[in-house]
């Protein structure tokens, strides 16, 4: 039998969807706001091997400026100023170490889907500092044999990325923290895939996603979420289709506490 899908069903992408500069503080603080306790956010390294919240390899988007996050410090990070490309309301936000968003999270009974987001040339090493930190800040919750459907933990974070050498990489730190593969569409060979890497999700782009090949995901045994997911139509249909979980940019519109229609 597989086990439950143990977290909550729909969670705020990067933090707080597109009401906040992404991966901020600001951003966790915007979903709780709107009653999300449940997020998803993006970890990449600093240049001192410190994992920082980032979705871009180089900071002109979301930053204003040129430059790539792997050159600079957490400390220097902690001076870029990631909220005016927002509004101007957010001016001043930074960007923050993994580990200060997670003891937020801690703090505020918020859960995370962690994206390892590694830049170039750094999958390993990001996929391994990821994993450190978090199981430092939950040390006190990862049980052993966590990263199995049937022992996981629901506070503690699930680790996700679409590099399999991220994930190989934390996984070989930190075994007993849960992990799910991230891919555009589901390629055929995601069976294979996913017990080498012992990964208890697959996370997919649910464009690209049937009601059969949704089917046979979740009959394998795995846990199916779905990125990025705006509308209430397409998320019911979604969880019509089996699908577990999704992260939504739309958390003005999508109630955190939506769940499937009864049939």
């Given amino acids: 039998?597989?086990?439950?899908?143990?977290?909550?069903?729909?969670?705020?992408?990067?933090?707080?969807?597109?009401?906040?500069?992404?991966?901020?503080?600001?951003?966790?603080?915007?979903?709780?706001?709107?009653?999300?306790?449940?997020?998803?956010?993006?970890?990449?390294?600093?240049?001192?091997?410190?994992?920082?919240?980032?979705?871009?390899?180089?900071?002109?988007?979301?930053?204003?400026?040129?430059?790539?996050?792997?050159?600079?410090?957490?400390?220097?990070?902690?001076?870029?100023?990631?909220?005016?490309?927002?509004?101007?309301?957010?001016?001043?936000?930074?960007?923050?170490?993994?580990?200060?968003?997670?003891?937020?999270?801690?703090?505020?009974?918020?859960?995370?889907?962690?994206?390892?987001?590694?830049?170039?040339?750094?999958?390993?090493?990001?996929?391994?500092?990821?994993?450190?930190?978090?199981?430092?800040?939950?040390?006190?919750?990862?049980?052993?044999?966590?990263?199995?459907?049937?022992?996981?933990?629901?506070a503690v974070p699930l680790l996700s990325s679409f590099s399999r050498a991220a994930l190989c990489s934390a996984r070989e730190v930190v075994p007993d923290l849960p992990r799910g593969w991230l891919v555009r569409r589901v390629p055929s060979g995601w069976r294979t895939a996913i017990a080498q890497m012992g990964c208890v999700s697959l996370h997919a782009n649910h464009r690209y996603l049937t009601a059969r090949l949704a089917a046979e995901i979740r009959e394998s045994g795995t846990w199916l979420f779905c990125y990025t997911v705006n509308s209430t139509h397409r998320a019911q249909t979604l969880f019509s289709w089996g699908v577990d979980a999704f992260c939504t940019d739309s958390i003005a519109r999508i109630s955190a506490t939506m769940q499937p229609l009864e049939r």
Avoid: Q
């Fill in 1 to 154: 039998m597989t086990a439950r899908w143990p977290y909550a069903r729909v969670l705020a992408h990067r933090g707080g969807g597109v009401l906040a500069p992404e991966n901020t503080i600001a951003a966790i603080k915007t979903g709780l706001d709107h009653g999300y306790r449940a997020v998803e956010f993006d970890a990449m390294l600093a240049a001192d091997d410190t994992p920082v919240l980032m979705h871009d390899p180089t900071l002109e988007r979301t930053g204003l400026i040129g430059g790539a996050v792997s050159a600079l410090t957490a400390t220097a990070l902690a001076a870029v100023d990631v909220g005016r490309w927002h509004s101007k309301g957010f001016s001043g936000e930074t960007v923050p170490t993994l580990d200060a968003a997670l003891r937020f999270c801690r703090a505020h009974d918020v859960w995370p889907n962690i994206e390892i987001k590694p830049a170039p040339g750094h999958e390993s090493a990001t996929g391994s500092a990821v994993a450190r930190v978090t199981a430092n800040v939950y040390a006190d919750l990862i049980l052993p044999g966590g990263d199995r459907a049937d022992r996981v933990h629901p």
